[in-house]
């Protein structure tokens, strides 16, 4: 057992080295294979003898804890945040403050990024990461250390020489080249996109299930190491300065950007922000300011604090960068659900590292506010959020009797007149059976992973079953023969992709390696034909489908006929109704026909479904070919149904109300289980409420209705009791 034990620790360590020496340096000291094969042979020998596991193991890192909540933790050192400007005149005064106030005293600055992503505070205690904490509300933050654990550039174990207690702080960042690719992955798998690389950062870190972060490629930018002073005292002279402190850090095994530069003078700091606010796009993540700090830490408690940042440091922030350019023309692109999205087209200028040639105008009221003329310039950003915006009109430059620009009032793809619905900022194109994009968008929509997961069939194959005239919807593609498919394809590109809708590439030209993104509002609405995701499909455009192409479509065609018919009613793609409506929709009404059947008020009775989804779910079903498509799906044999999983009839129609965070199950799991025995799971507690069954944080509004009215309480464990022994 000995050797077990210690080549645990040998592999353990070895792993490690590769980890850093890969993250830190950039240097693969061995193949990715080899690097596996170690991992496996850990993980495998920490299966069998869990007792030799280190808490610093690399295998940690792969995630699987499951976190239902985060524990709310309280800082040992408040987490402030620092005074912003956006001002050099405000940095000189800071500059001239801090000479004035150290009255003599030699000292010298820091300048460095200031990384844009969210801030967390890791704990080491005897060099090992014990604790990571977001921010919070300064005081108190979440306790993410599951998650903290997976990002390769967080040391589970430090290196060298350290205090045996404090804190590394720093910024978690989403790397700009993962961001991409993480949020093209999305929106093949039909999930929203991230608005920026921030939000994504943020959403990452409170992720329930660690593995998942795993694979969020985030980077942790260290910028900060907090003691207490007498153990700083101990650490010696390496410890007495910021930038010191950030060496020593390095040294830990920390990744500490190495744009960190001591400045003397106010002339040194205005040459490091003049710099770092034109070379920002070079970098491979974002930054949206620079932070100035005195060096000297023993000076901080000099200067003090204001009431919520200390008087010792100073973030300066950029401005977003805008040009003028002209206006060459406005196209429209339409979407899955018809939505009609105007796009500007401009002269390509250069912004933020990258050429601009379009933006989105977002939709018909944003248009109509900006009042476009012909030949008008527009005034278009970057701020730090790497999508340009159309923030506004050049008015010095429009042109004395310059016709205006309206909105097209028809589609432009297919010419029918556009709808705009009541209280709806845009327009959408109602030929919902006839519109190309929209007609295509619910293929693709349909194929999708979270829909009828049938991923040999990507977005080029569709494309080319519908130019063959063979699928024009949904059910068309279960009567697909494997002789209509051999072959298919082989056909010049041009009439593939000949539709004339533009993709919205918005910058084309990438000063470096910096990726260039979508803006957000337009991702899921209006992926056009030519750009739409390839989803498993062959990689050149023209391939044609051969023998074993057409036999793995149709045996994933095969295979999607058991997909459970809350993904089939998702997949059906009626405007508004998400994964998550279907599932309610689907376990309200329970079948097809009972929806079919429903009138508006009975579809707004159900949870999360509001009016305007509940009309949208009526009006499909009041359509002639949407009912006959639906007849086709279900001759062809696909799940119209729940499934019927009841285990028992213990709650015996019980209803119950569910409200608060549960241990065992996610909310959605535990109103499963309710129906799974019995019971209905409802929202809102009234008088017919049988139980009100409780988890941790309930909703206060709830709580006090359920005890106005006197419902029964239940707790986790009292509903786990009542439901005990009743699987078998
Ligand atoms: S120092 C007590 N340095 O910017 C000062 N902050 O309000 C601790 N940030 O919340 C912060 N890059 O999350 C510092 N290089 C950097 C930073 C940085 C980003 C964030 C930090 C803080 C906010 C400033």
């Known amino acids: 057992m000995k050797d077990v034990e210690s080549r645990i620790a040998e592999l353990t360590e070895l792993i490690d080295r590769y980890n850093y020496e890969y993250y830190m340096n950039d240097t693969s000291l061995v193949s990715d294979f080899e690097f596996d094969a170690l991992l496996r042979e850990l993980m495998e020998l920490e299966r069998q003898y869990p007792q030799y596991a280190l808490p610093t193991s690399p295998t940690r890192r792969v995630g699987g804890e499951v976190n239902k909540s985060f524990q709310q933790v309280t800082h040992r050192f408040p987490m402030l945040s620092l005074g912003n400007t956006y001002s050099i005149e405000e940095i000189e005064e800071f500059e001239a403050r801090t000479r004035k106030l150290l009255d003599g005293v030699p000292f010298s600055y820091t300048c460095e990024l200031k990384y844009d992503g969210v801030a967390i505070g890791l704990t080491y205690k005897n060099g090992e990461l014990v604790q990571a904490v977001t921010r919070g509300n300064g005081t108190v933050g ?99 300065t910021h930038f010191g402190r950030l060496e020593a850090a390095k040294e830990m095994g920390f990744k500490v950007q190495p744009y960190i530069k001591e400045c003397n003078d106010i002339n040194d700091i205005k040459f490091f922000i003049d710099f770092w606010d034109k070379e920002r796009w070079n970098l491979p993540f974002g930054i949206d300011g620079v932070v100035i700090k005195v060096n000297q830490t023993e000076l901080w408690g000099r200067l003090g604090l204001t009431a919520k940042s200390p008087r010792w440091a100073i973030a300066y922030k950029f401005k977003a960068e805008r040009v003028s350019t002209p206006l060459e023309s406005v196209t429209y692109q339409v979407g899955r659900t018809g939505v009609v999205t105007p796009v500007a087209n401009m002269r390509p200028v250069w912004l933020g590292g990258t050429t601009v040639r379009r933006a989105t105008l977002c939709n018909a009221d944003y248009m109509g506010k900006l009042d476009l003329h012909e030949g008008d310039y527009l005034l278009v950003e970057k701020g730090g959020e790497i999508i340009p915006k159309i923030v506004g009109v050049d008015m010095e430059q429009r042109q004395a009797g310059a ?68 699928v024009r919807n949904v059910a068309d593609l279960y009567s697909l023969r494997k002789e209509q498919l051999v072959g298919l394809g082989s056909r010049e590109e041009e009439t593939l992709f000949s539709i004339n809708v533009d993709p919205l590439d918005l910058c084309d030209e990438a000063s470096s390696n910096l990726q260039i993104f979508k803006p957000s509002n337009l991702q899921s609405e209006s992926k056009s034909v030519s750009e739409a995701n390839d989803g498993g499909s062959p990689t050149k455009k023209s391939a044609s489908i051969q023998e074993k192409g057409a036999e793995n479509i149709l045996k994933a065609l095969e295979e999607s006929k058991k997909v459970p018919f809350e993904r089939v009613l998702f997949a059906l793609g009626i405007r508004y109704v998400g994964e998550v409506g279907a599932k309610k929709l689907a376990r309200y009404f329970g079948d097809i026909d009972a929806l079919k059947a429903a009138n508006v008020m009975e579809l707004a009775m159900v949870e999360d479904v509001g009016e305007v989804t509940a009309v949208a779910v009526h009006d499909y079903f009041a359509n002639a070919e949407h009912l006959a498509i ?31 965070v549960f241990e065992n199950f996610s909310r959605e799991e535990i109103k499963a289980s309710i129906e799974q025995h019995g019971g209905k799971a409802t929202g809102s507690i009234s008088s017919k409420t049988d139980y009100f069954l409780t988890g941790e944080k309930v909703g206060p509004e709830k709580l006090k209705k359920a005890q106005a009215l006197g419902i029964q309480m239940l707790t986790e464990t009292e509903y786990l009791e009542m439901i005990k022994g009743q699987d078998e």
């Not at 994009?437 to 990507?458: C, T, W, Y």
């Open 142 to 240: 979440d306790d993410i250390t599951d998650n903290a654990r997976t990002i390769p550039t967080i040391p589970l174990k430090l290196r060298g020489d350290y205090p045996d207690d404090f804190e590394a702080r720093g910024e978690v960042v989403f790397p700009f080249e993962a961001f991409e690719a993480m949020n093209r992955q999305r929106e093949n798998d039909g999930d929203e996109p991230f608005a920026n690389p921030r939000n994504a950062a943020s959403g990452s870190l409170k992720l329930q299930n660690s593995a998942e972060c795993a694979k969020r490629k985030l980077m942790f930018c260290m910028y900060f190491m907090m003691m207490d002073d007498e153990k700083a005292a101990d650490g010696g002279r390496r410890f007495t």
């Open 403 to 470: 016709p205006k620009i309206g909105y097209t009032e028809v589609c432009p793809v297919c010419g029918t007149k556009l709808v705009r619905a009541d209280g709806e900022a845009g327009c959408y194109c109602p030929n919902q059976d006839g519109c190309l994009p929209q007609q295509l968008g619910r293929l693709e929509h349909f194929v999708g992973r979270k829909a009828m997961n049938i991923d040999s069939l990507g977005s080029e194959r569709l494309r080319m079953l519908y130019d063959a005239g063979l």
């Open 630 to 660: 639906v007849e086709r799906l279900r001759k062809a044999g696909l799940q119209m149904r729940m499934a019927d999983t009841r285990i028992s009839n213990v709650l015996n129609g019980a209803t119950i109300v569910v409200s608060g």
